[in-house]
């Protein structure tokens, strides 16, 4: 074993029945900022989930036209309901991705086990890409009934409900923030995975491939 | 050196002025695997990028309406324009890569330069948020044209204009696979870059975090 700061590894690291041998304190101090950067991200995507969706799902809005009332809700465009669907789901995902974490650090593990990073990476991947599809279709909707569409004859409705539109507005803010962070956060749990494999680095360098 | 599939890595690997040595011919297979795949995702998304973009940038329906002529065209739109955009930006973004992959090859080089890892490894992020992103909104643009919104008095257009909207449906169709593929692009140049981070993975299982 070699004391210079590099680890010398043969075949340890990478089976979570093993316990590989620690050298270098700028390694722990990038893992631990990794941990909290992770836990800080899984909060605040869990805690502005649940936000955009109580925001967009709790929005209503009712107006009397010629003694008609209509009421204005989010079940009336599919892309809200889509956007509160998959916040609901990515807080509820990030809650229990806290709860690892937290559970991880009391016990003081390492994640050394690869099919949990896998489980972990490919949730975090599905969930960024889903909340940025959620988000993005509500925008688009959203232009719709600011500005309306003029070639196509379709009427602007937030000149009508205005109240209404203000509130799905600050929900759609909320759910980009959730997703820039899942996008981050999908970075960190590949970063999580793939240094497992990092065992393949040492390769020919002027190997045909 | 060990001979029993396992390198032995000693600062080496991750410095491109070093040259790695190589064990176990398992790797050289996941190492030329990773490279195919690269290699056809990029063509894929560069070919099916200009599909897109072509489909649905060259698409116009003339429609006579008691002797107004009325013309349908992807600018009106923003979605359809966004797409057209985001299409051709990914592909000339992977016809890029394409050469930069095709020159590694013939030069038989392995990505070992953190730096060039890391540009590469942002590019597809990038890309693949903003193609899902286009594709989702254009997606949500084509439900209203298709469906209309009843409760909003937005009409169908896809009545009027059925040939417009078939070609922009087979071109969103394709920016949906363009998307795909960039997702797992992005999944493959994490995989890239974050293995040459392997050397952390030598640290204590019971550390405090």
């Not at 990515?90 to 650090?105: D, E, G, K």
């Not at 590949?190 to 240094?195: D, Q």
Request: aromatic residues 10%; positive net charge.
């Amino acid at each position: 074993m070699s004391s210079n700061g590099v680890g010398v590894g043969v075949g340890v690291g990478v089976r979570p029945g093993n316990v590989p041998v620690y050298h270098g304190s700028d390694l722990k101090v990038v893992d631990r900022r990794v941990r909290i950067a992770e836990l800080v991200f899984r909060c605040v995507i869990c805690g502005l989930g649940v936000l955009a969706a109580a925001l967009i799902g709790t929005d209503t809005q009712v107006k009397v036209i010629f003694s008609i009332q209509k009421k204005a809700k989010f079940t009336d465009m599919k892309a809200l309901v889509f956007l509160v669907v998959a916040n609901g789901i990515a807080a509820s995902y990030c809650f229990l991705q806290v709860l690892r974490c937290v559970v991880s650090i009391l016990r003081g593990n390492v994640l050394f086990n690869k099919p949990l990073a896998w489980i972990i990476f490919s949730g975090d991947q599905v969930i960024a890409y889903l909340t940025l599809a959620a988000v993005a279709a509500a925008a688009q909707s959203a232009v719709f009934a600011k500005l309306g569409q003029q070639e196509l004859q379709w009427m602007k409705i937030c000149t009508m409900y205005g109240k209404f539109c203000n509130q799905v507005g600050e929900g759609i803010a909320s759910a980009l923030v959730v997703s820039l962070c899942m996008g981050a956060l999908a970075s960190l749990s590949a970063f999580n995975l793939f240094r497992l494999y990092g065992d393949n680095k040492g390769k020919n360098s002027s190997g045909r491939w």
